[in-house]
């Protein structure tokens, strides 16, 4: 922990747990939202993931929190970021030869479970010269605490296309902003059910999966899993080592600890076939006004791993619609099947700045390689339902991409 007195107004603190944290100072800037409560920090620190080393940044006005910035550090793997195919493929050649290439010390704003959310919040009561100064103070710390941590850059995680402005005029002209995957979201309506504002093509793909789900398949809905979690780790695992882009690498402790301290806010989704066999899990949270699909895992076989994907996507959708919930938060990845199961997309950012000559470099000349736009299908909806569905959604701050 350090605790620095900058002046008669304003001091920092760095601490190693959210712990040093009141409840009241957290919830003060973050609010209640369950992706950004004390919990779902205290379930990463107590996971003990090796690779990470966890900080937090308190700003004080007058002894007051006015600013806090969860932090980590590790070593990232560009590769696994990257939203080019032609640079995957490079990169993959080049360690044939040089094993670590592109594998950097990072000191990472955020959270190491992914959470398609920013972290860098500051009280919004305070005047635009005090925020002036706090955004001042942030910038500064993080590019001191990266030296110190012997990073070679930091890292920005998780910019909504909601936030980018706000954040690049807390950071200022130095750190570089690029696109990663999308996020997805599906709205809910009480007054129309799942699937019938889609198009006639995208109702029938969702029947029809359905149709054979129930054939084959039924759902299970876990809420105290705490015996379930190693199966669903070995699952998670199983999608983790087929994915593309791996953003985290979590453990069996991790899911243990959300199901202890989301007791009544965390379940599973579980299909399982006709002889019990578990083929398809998720772990839901539920937030107040949606349900948040974080981790999904499948024991894959050969003949049905699509039709438990479309079915699982529409019931969770399903699910919502009896929790009375206005979303479902569907993350990053997959955004194609998504789109066309009825999801409509926002935009998710990096930011990165270096002092290293070279990576300075690189992030201003290669980067806007390695991370390019994805191309986003147009969204599905019946054209009398469209603009119902982007009201729901943009009174809750969403700014779609595939209106």
Not at 277 to 296: F, G, N, Q, W
Request: glycine share 4%; with cysteine.
């Amino acid at each position: 922990m350090t605790f620095q007195d900058l002046s008669n107004n304003y001091s920092i603190k760095w601490s190693t747990s959210v712990n040093d944290i009141t409840l009241s100072d957290w919830e003060d800037i973050f609010g209640k939202s369950i992706i950004k409560s004390q919990r779902f920090f205290i379930s990463i620190e107590k996971s003990d993931f090796q690779q990470i080393t966890i900080y937090y940044l308190q700003i004080f006005e007058h002894g007051t929190v006015v600013a806090i910035v969860p932090c980590f550090s590790y070593e990232i793997d560009i590769l696994n970021l990257t939203t080019s195919p032609m640079v995957k493929a490079v990169v993959k050649k080049i360690r044939k030869v040089y094993i670590d290439f592109f594998k950097i010390r990072a000191f990472v704003t955020g959270t190491y479970a992914s959470s398609c959310e920013h972290f860098i919040e500051y009280k919004t009561t305070l005047s635009a010269e005090k925020r002036q100064i706090v955004f001042d103070l942030v910038r500064k710390q993080l590019k001191n605490k990266c030296r110190q941590t012997k990073s070679k850059f930091v890292f920005i995680k998780d910019i909504r296309g909601r936030n980018i402005d706000s954040i690049k005029k807390i950071l200022g002209h130095d750190f570089y902003f690029f696109l990663s995957f999308p996020t997805n979201v599906i709205p809910v309506l009480s007054s129309h059910k799942y699937p019938e504002m889609l198009k006639s093509k995208y109702r029938k793909r969702f029947q029809d999966s359905q149709k054979a789900f129930n054939e084959n398949f039924m759902w299970e809905i876990s809420t105290d899993f705490a015996n379930q979690t190693l199966l669903f780790t070995e699952l998670y695992n199983n999608v983790l080592n087929k994915a593309e882009n791996k953003f985290e690498f979590l453990n069996v402790t991790f899911f243990e600890n959300l199901n202890m301290l989301f007791s009544s806010k965390s379940f599973l989704l579980i299909a399982k076939d006709k002889l019990g066999e578990v083929r398809l899990m998720t772990l839901i949270l539920e937030d107040a006004k949606s349900l948040i699909p974080l981790y999904m895992g499948i024991k894959y076989k050969t003949d049905d791993t699509r039709v438990l994907y479309i079915t699982a996507l529409g019931r969770m959708v399903e699910e919502a619609e009896i929790r009375h919930k206005d979303y479902v938060d569907l993350g990053q990845t997959s955004y194609y099947p998504k789109v066309l199961s009825g999801a409509f997309v926002e935009d998710i950012y990096y930011g990165f700045w270096s002092n290293h000559y070279l990576l300075k470099w690189l992030i201003k000349n290669v980067f806007p390689r390695i991370f390019i736009r994805q191309h986003i299908p147009g969204n599905v909806y019946l054209e009398p339902y469209k603009q119902v569905v982007y009201d729901v959604l943009e009174s809750k701050g969403f700014v779609l991409l595939n209106k």
